[in-house]
């Protein structure tokens, strides 16, 4: 009999195993993917939606994806899915950025013979020996030909993006990775070239001579984003300049007597710049003092007057007058070491922070120096050489570097007797982001873009950048301020670099005027089509008299390249102004905030100096990973989580998961504990998907689906919930890119709005109603809905997993949610009504719960089916429970409900005193009444052999 029993109850199985064994089994979804070409049959199926145009910042070519890429890149794909699943024809084009100083710092590794690079790139160190053989070069022989290191950074690059692309796929990210965008592809680096020209054309590009920050490891200017500040010891000195003019000291401070002996004192950390020495900086309305010391009198701000004094030992000094700083203008003084005198000038710059409120100025070494130097036509002689010692020329010190010349300054000043002060300062100093080694400011003849510089329509290039900003919408907020703040500090871009592997500044330069050809922008489309051609090597083995003639002879080709930062910034004209299914501006750019003052910005200059505007409407920025106390990740700390290994271990779907579970707008926290919880939560939507695979593994909607007005009630209420979810993550948590809402939210309706409530009471209905029954197709109607509803909200984030279950439910492996448009779940017509009867009907659940299980604990009884329960509801609540007649015990899950109305709602739960049916395991008084099934219950009796009960409510 049992047998027979077991038989009736509709326990069906799926192919949608509990496991997900996601690590082993994306790899062959990831074949079929491909070999179904997805990306390009959903441009078919998105044919003449609306655009929504991602535009993909471009990670650098160099070394093995981390978790930050990963975040990166998964992040752009649940866009870029949810998009296309919104309506969209969201076309993703991942690009790479392959020119710059890491790769070619690579080749130089090789060339050098450095192991760990050639055990990373064994094929083109092959090719380096393999050239000098046959060159007849010394095997040690590292000066290769600019254009054969041009062609193995080229390799490079290629081989280090076939590597990192693998692990972008494996990811799940739907891309165009069989025709991505490189920044070194002919066309690109022909729009590259271009784009030069058109911010020429508009006037923002100038040649100067400007202190830049520049590395001496790597020899070339650095732009904004290639430093960092690190913590740095430099040795921080007083030092004295002898006044000149003792009378007109005298005047200035309203003195009789001239003053003799008398020295302005400077405060400095960088000992070196004193050779470039071109005055000495006051701020004209700062108070300063004049004293008589024991090391000879000496002018100091009043504010740091005292702490000077003390560091030099002459706490007793006399006060012998005071005078505003704007009346120490054009004192002469003399330089401390060199035959020289130099002027005190005034500038804004000077403060009372630290050191004499007297700055040192060297315009060749600072940028303020500089400003200050160019309205006093100060000379800008600059010392120091590319490799950061002096030059020969040098008045000192010649043929030393700027950090040996540090000490021997400091002995020379003592010797001089200009040294007042001297001791070490731990302060923060720029540091060049490759090498980690403190970068010098130092002025060379460089090209610009100019903030200040006013372009055709007669409006500054900051101008159209703050505009531009303001235009923008930035996820999250805060974003604006720091983009908006750093505009507004920005020094003029440095866009010239003096390096091999780089984009060439096309441009011919006069040999005598120094003039860019009057017909540069022809000469430059000229040599764009040549670029298109062959690629940069165009330029470089140029001869000039191809495209000048006669003129060749006046005219050499500028050898600079352009800075990396410029190659990517000028993505949008290159890659979506040239693709055809690309768009101009993109809806969104999507970075770490450290791009901030990279790629955002150089996008928005380039797109302002050529267009007027920002390439994008909108900004998001996603914090940094960090471990799960919160700490970089970094190799020495041994916290590194790796995406690949992830991958092989829990699988894609998992590291999606945490990426969207987790607030991308501060730091993102891993590690394996934090990874577990996400596999919990995994595995609980996992469980909940089986559940709805499963009790929907008979019904065929074509032939089964009631119409919706035909749901028992508890269904249309579990329709209107399900369209509260799809309203909530597609109308506000996915436009607004808020994931980890939509996240949490999903978990939340699978476990309470789903597990703990309507799958919970629909167990009853589903296993023991007759399968194709009314009350049960009408489950399985709602339970169809909600399935493909949610598959559809969780494919973007879990885009394995999501397509695993669409296959399982329709029965269509080639099919996939991202196919499809959100599902809409049916509209119910008395939803408002239903909703406020059902709501107030699931607290009171929660409470005859919590009931139920103190009686159980108490051991009174066992499942909550042997309860039997009375209700005293107060008005409020007594006619929603009314409504639902003797269905109210399905809603309970027990065997009895007794309802009647009072002042105060109470609950009273017993045990059932009647038994258990085998079938249904309710406990009622018909369970023995049938003579030929003494084990079951009326209901059920009528479910197996009669016509079936009805269900209109639970
Ligand atoms: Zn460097
Ligand atoms: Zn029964």
Same mark, same amino acid.
């Given at each position: 009999m049992s047998l027979d029993v077991k038989k009736t109850v509709n326990l069906l199985d799926t192919p949608f195993p509990m496991r997900g064994d996601l690590a082993r089994r994306e790899p062959g979804w990831l074949k079929q993917w491909q070999a179904q070409q997805r990306y390009q049959k959903l441009r078919q199926i998105a044919a003449g939606r609306p655009k929504f145009i991602l535009h993909d910042g471009p990670p650098y070519a160099n070394g093995d994806i981390h978790i930050g890429h990963a975040v990166n890149k998964i992040l752009k794909d649940i866009i870029v899915r949810s998009k296309t699943q919104s309506?969209?024809?969201?076309?993703?084009?991942?690009?790479?950025?392959?020119?710059?100083? *890491?790769?070619?710092?690579?080749?130089?590794?090789?060339?050098?013979?450095?192991?760990?690079?050639?055990?990373?790139?064994?094929?083109?160190?092959?090719?380096?020996?393999?050239?000098?053989?046959?060159?007849?070069?010394? *095997?040690?022989?590292v000066h290769l030909p600019a254009a054969f290191t041009r062609e193995l950074c080229r390799e490079y690059a290629g081989l280090q993006i076939e590597r990192q692309k693998q692990d972008f796929i494996r990811l799940g990210v739907l891309g165009d990775w069989d025709n991505p965008y490189l920044t070194m592809n002919f066309k690109t680096e022909a729009d590259i070239v271009r784009t030069l020209g058109r911010i020429h054309q508009?006037?923002?590009?100038?040649?100067?001579?400007? *202190?830049?920050?520049?590395?001496?490891?790597?020899?070339?200017?650095?732009?904004?984003?290639?430093?960092?500040?690190?913590?740095?010891?430099? *040795?921080?000195?007083?030092?004295?300049?002898?006044?000149?003019d003792g009378q007109k000291l005298a005047t200035a401070f309203g003195l009789a007597a001239p003053v003799d002996d008398a020295s302005a004192v400077i405060w400095t950390t960088t000992p070196w710049t004193l050779p470039a020495n071109q005055a000495v900086s006051a701020h004209a309305e700062l108070t300063y003092q004049l004293f008589d010391t024991a090391r000879g009198k000496l002018i100091l701000v009043r504010e740091l007057a005292a702490a000077a004094l003390k560091r030099y030992g002459?706490?007793?000094?006399?006060?012998?007058?005071?005078?505003?700083?704007?009346?120490?203008?054009h004192l002469q003084l003399a330089h401390p070491f060199l035959d020289r005198s130099v002027p005190m000038i005034l500038g804004e710059h000077v403060t009372t922070d630290?050191? !004499?409120?007297?700055?040192?100025?060297?315009?060749?070494?600072?940028?303020?120096?500089?400003?200050?130097?160019?309205?006093?036509?100060l000379p800008i002689d600059n010392p120091v050489g590319d490799d950061g010692r002096y030059k020969k020329s040098a008045p000192v010190f010649a043929g030393d570097t700027v950090w040996e010349a540090n000490p021997k300054i400091v002995a020379l000043l003592t010797e001089r007797g200009a040294l007042l002060a001297s001791e070490t300062l731990n302060h923060s100093y720029p540091h060049c982001w490759r090498h980690k080694t403190p970068i010098i400011f130092r002025s060379t003849a460089q090209w610009f873009i100019g903030m200040e510089k006013h372009g055709r329509d007669g409006r500054t290039l900051r101008d159209h950048a703050n505009e531009a900003v303001e235009a923008t919408e930035f996820f999250p907020a805060w974003g604006r301020a720091r983009l908006e703040s750093m505009i507004r500090n920005r020094p003029d871009w440095c866009v010239s670099r003096q390096r091999n592997w780089g984009v060439p500044m096309t441009f011919f330069v006069h040999k005598e005027t120094g003039e860019l050809h009057p017909r540069s922008g022809e000469l430059l489309e000229a040599v764009a089509r040549r670029i298109e051609e062959r690629g940069i090597e165009a330029w470089f083995s140029l001869d000039a008299a191809e495209l000048l003639g006669a003129e060749a002879a006046d005219y050499r080709k500028l050898t600079d390249t352009l800075d990396v930062w410029f190659d990517?910034?000028?993505?949008?004209?290159?890659?979506?102004?040239?693709?055809?299914?690309?768009?101009?501006?993109?809806?969104?750019?999507?970075?770490?905030?450290?791009?901030?003052?990279?790629?955002?910005?150089?996008?928005?200059? !380039?797109?302002?100096?050529t267009e007027g505007r920002a390439p994008y409407d909108q900004l998001? !920025?996603?914090?940094?990973?960090?471990?799960?106390?919160?700490?970089?990740?970094?190799?020495?700390?041994?916290?590194? #989580?790796?995406?690949?290994?992830?991958?092989?271990?829990?699988?894609?779907?998992?590291?999606?998961?945490?990426?969207?579970? !987790?607030?991308?707008?501060?730091?993102?926290?891993?590690?394996?504990?934090?990874?577990?919880?996400?596999?919990?939560?995994?595995?609980?939507?996992?469980?909940?998907?089986?559940?709805?695979?499963?009790?929907?593994?008979?019904?065929?909607?074509?032939?089964?689906?009631?119409p919706v007005a035909e749901l028992v009630e508890i269904d249309r209420y579990a329709l209107v919930l399900a369209g509260r979810l799809h309203d909530e993550i597609t109308g506000q948590h996915y436009p607004r890119y808020a994931f980890h809402n939509a996240m949490q939210r999903i978990v939340g309706y699978c476990s309470d709005e789903l597990g703990a409530f309507w799958l919970d009471i629909l167990k009853d209905r589903l296993y023991t109603t007759p399968a194709g029954s009314a009350a049960r197709r009408s489950a399985q109607t709602a339970l169809w809905h909600v399935t493909r509803s949610l598959l559809g909200l969780l494919s973007p984030v879990l885009c394995f997993t999501a397509d695993e279950a669409w296959h399982v439910l329709n029965g269509d492996s080639d099919d996939s949610p991202l196919f499809h448009l959100w599902h809409?779940?049916?509209? #119910?017509?008395?939803?408002?009504?239903?909703?406020?009867?059902?709501?107030?009907?699931?607290?009171?659940?929660?409470?005859?719960?919590?009931?139920?299980?103190?009686?159980?604990?108490?051991?009174?009884?066992?499942?909550?089916?042997?309860?039997? #329960?009375?209700?005293?509801?107060?008005?409020?609540?007594?006619?929603?429970?009314?409504?639902?007649?003797?269905?109210?015990?399905?809603?309970?899950?027990?065997?009895?409900?007794?309802?009647?109305q009072g002042e105060t709602t109470a609950i009273t739960v017993a045990s059932s005193a009647y038994r258990k049916c085998e079938r249904c395991w309710h406990y009622l008084p018909s369970v023995g009444e049938h003579a030929e099934h003494p084990t079951l219950c009326a209901r059920c009796v009528d479910n197996v052999f009669g016509h079936g009960e009805t269900r209109a409510h639970a």
């Open positions: 309506g969209f024809d969201a076309p993703y084009v991942p690009g790479w950025d392959c020119h710059g100083l *890491p790769i070619e710092h690579q080749i130089e590794k090789l060339t050098k013979g450095d192991k760990k690079a050639i055990a990373a790139a064994p094929t083109i160190h092959a090719r380096i020996v393999e050239y000098r053989k046959q060159h007849g070069l010394e *095997p040690k022989d508009n006037d923002f590009l100038f040649k100067g001579e400007k *202190p830049v920050h520049w590395c001496i490891e790597c020899g070339s200017a650095l732009a904004e984003a290639e430093v960092e500040y690190e913590d740095k010891d430099s *040795p921080a000195i007083d030092v004295a300049f002898r006044v000149l002459c706490e007793d000094a006399r006060l012998l007058g005071e005078t505003v700083g704007a009346r120490l203008e630290a050191g !004499t409120g007297l700055v040192h100025t060297a315009p060749a070494h600072g940028v303020e120096d500089f400003q200050v130097g160019r309205l006093y036509s990517s910034g000028s993505t949008h004209y290159a890659v979506l102004r040239q693709r055809p299914e690309l768009a101009w501006p993109a809806n969104l750019y999507l970075e770490g905030s450290d791009q901030h003052r990279g790629w955002f910005q150089s996008s928005l200059l !380039t797109g302002c100096a998001l !920025t996603h914090g940094f990973v960090v471990d799960g106390e919160g700490r970089k990740m970094s190799k020495s700390k041994g916290n590194v #989580v790796a995406p690949q290994q992830i991958n092989d271990s829990l699988g894609a779907d998992i590291l999606r998961l945490w990426v969207a579970s !987790t607030d991308y707008s501060g730091e993102l926290a891993i590690s394996d504990k934090i990874l577990k919880g996400t596999t919990d939560s995994y595995r609980r939507l996992r469980n909940t998907l089986r559940f709805l695979l499963a009790n929907l593994s008979d019904f065929d909607p074509a032939r089964d689906a009631l809409e779940v049916p509209a #119910v017509d008395d939803a408002e009504a239903l909703a406020a009867r059902w709501d107030a009907v699931r607290p009171l659940r929660a409470a005859v719960n919590k009931e139920i299980e103190a009686r159980r604990e108490a051991g009174e009884i066992g499942a909550s089916l042997q309860a039997e #329960v009375d209700i005293v509801a107060d008005a409020a609540l007594y006619p929603a429970l009314a409504a639902l007649g003797d269905e109210l015990k399905f809603v309970l899950i027990v065997s009895r409900v007794g309802l009647s």
